[in-house]
């Protein structure tokens, strides 16, 4: 694409001196070279920005010309012909400029894309909730993240375009990093509406001369000089959210991060940092240093505090398999043996004692839970159904009744049938029979 490093150079210097031409648009009091009346107004500097760059005003013809320019970019490598230190260190500068103002660009396409996508929801007859359950899965989509990383910096843009004037202008003239604009998003979430417009007004044009700590200390005063209450409600909830987590690392190892309170974490660090301490001037001879650096006492000590367990001892570990005994033993079942086998009694009267003992603890069992047997059992769910009826009492005279009638014609017919056997009917020869 570039003949030389001249051709380079001039092609990043053309479009830092577009972005320039838009800070002053944006920061009249500045203007270009530090000249306070140097600024443009802003739809000039638009159309000239638009005229020099030749950004298209079609959205398709924008994708079109954000993906040559992709393709451009490409090819900088810094390795062109004649290329040197300065060109090189201009380049990295006009790089990162984009980059903001690519973040800025994506803040107010999500904020329009999330507006226009409810707007036609609405339009259908959807409910609210119904109407925003597809733009966080588009979003994230679009930008290669996860859901909930969408959905906060769908906030963040909604901030910077209704909230954050300044900050979004600075971040789309490539002065500020996509880092410091959120740290303000972030630090004024708390605030009201106003609150946050005071904000950005004062922090602003300071913003472009402030790193990320410093913007964010920044940022975190101005919001408790203009509401206080705002800012110990915020610390209030952020106690609630103190826990313990862990991830993995690389090479076998992993993470132990302990989220709470600014002094009781302050405090654990200090009691380490004077154990590590003390174990490295020999001052503990139950635990030598060693070869171990401060760091390493530092691990050491923690892990052994938190989980009881000496220095060079390792945590109990348990394995838990389930699988056939096909499997555990390497073998069918078949050619095990005896081992799933059942060892035949002695002889016949352990065998009856055994039997008797098993029916008398049983029978003992029966009593002490007061099971009563089948038979009974059934009696007692008829009587029970039957009383649960208006007119019980002369049901159960009935059915009682009933069962005499037919014990009295069970006995006749026996006696009848021993008659015909040549026997008397008594109870003995019925027994006997």
């Not at 000249?35 to 959205?59: I, K, M, T």
């Not at 490598?77 to 973040?103: M, P, T, W």
């Not at 604009?181 to 509406?193: P, T």
């Not at 408790?224 to 991830?247: C, E, I, M, N």
Request: net charge positive; glycine share 8%; with cysteine.
């Amino acid at each position: 694409m570039f003949a030389d490093a001249a051709e380079e150079a001039a092609f990043f210097a053309q479009i830092r001196a577009d972005m320039e031409d838009y800070e002053a648009a944006q920061f009249p009091r500045r203007g270009r070279g530090g000249d306070p009346g140097g600024g443009e107004g802003g739809d000039e500097c638009g159309s000239r920005f638009a005229e020099l760059v030749g950004a298209p005003q079609r959205a398709s013809d924008q994708v079109a010309w954000l993906t040559a320019i992709t393709d451009a970019l490409a090819e900088v490598d810094g390795l062109a012909q004649d290329a040197g230190q300065g060109e090189r260190i201009e380049v990295l500068s006009v790089c990162e400029r984009l980059k903001a103002a690519l973040a800025a660009a994506q803040a107010r396409v999500s904020v329009a894309f999330a507006d226009t996508h409810t707007a036609d929801a609405h339009a259908r007859g959807l409910s609210p909730r119904a109407a925003g359950r597809g733009i966080t899965p588009q979003l994230a989509l679009a930008r290669g993240c996860s859901p909930s990383a969408a959905q906060a910096q769908l906030s963040q843009s909604r901030a910077l375009t209704s909230v954050l004037p300044h900050t979004l202008a600075a971040l789309t003239a490539g002065l500020i990093s996509p880092a410091v604009a959120g740290a303000v998003c972030a630090e004024a979430a708390g605030l009201s509406e106003d609150d946050q417009r005071l904000l950005d007004a004062e922090l602003g044009e300071r913003l472009p001369v402030l790193t990320l700590a410093q913007a964010r200390a920044a940022a975190a005063q101005v919001a408790a000089r203009l509401d206080p209450d705002a800012v110990l409600a915020r610390h209030a909830k952020a106690v609630s959210s103190r826990g313990a987590w862990t991830r993995p690392a690389p090479d076998g190892m992993a993470y132990l991060t302990l989220l709470d309170t600014l002094p009781r974490i302050v405090s654990a660090y200090a009691c380490l940092h004077r154990h590590a301490t003390g174990v490295l001037a020999g001052a503990d001879p139950d635990d030598p240093a060693g070869e171990r650096t401060y760091s390493q006492v530092l691990a050491d000590t923690a892990i052994a505090r938190l989980s009881g367990l000496a220095s060079g001892q390792f945590p109990p570990a348990a394995v838990t398999l389930v699988m056939t005994p096909d499997n555990l033993y390497g073998k069918n079942l078949n050619d095990l043996g005896d081992l799933f086998t059942p060892t035949a009694p002695s002889d016949t009267t352990d065998t009856h004692r055994h039997r008797h003992h098993r029916r008398s603890r049983h029978h003992r069992q029966r009593q002490h839970r007061r099971q009563p047997c089948h038979r009974n059992h059934r009696q007692r769910q008829r009587r029970d159904r039957d009383r649960r009826h208006p007119h019980w009492r002369r049901r159960r005279r009935r059915r009682t009744r009933t069962l005499a009638r037919r014990s009295r014609r069970c006995r006749a017919r026996v006696r009848a049938c021993c008659r015909l056997a040549g026997r008397d009917g008594s109870r003995r020869c019925h027994r006997r029979r």
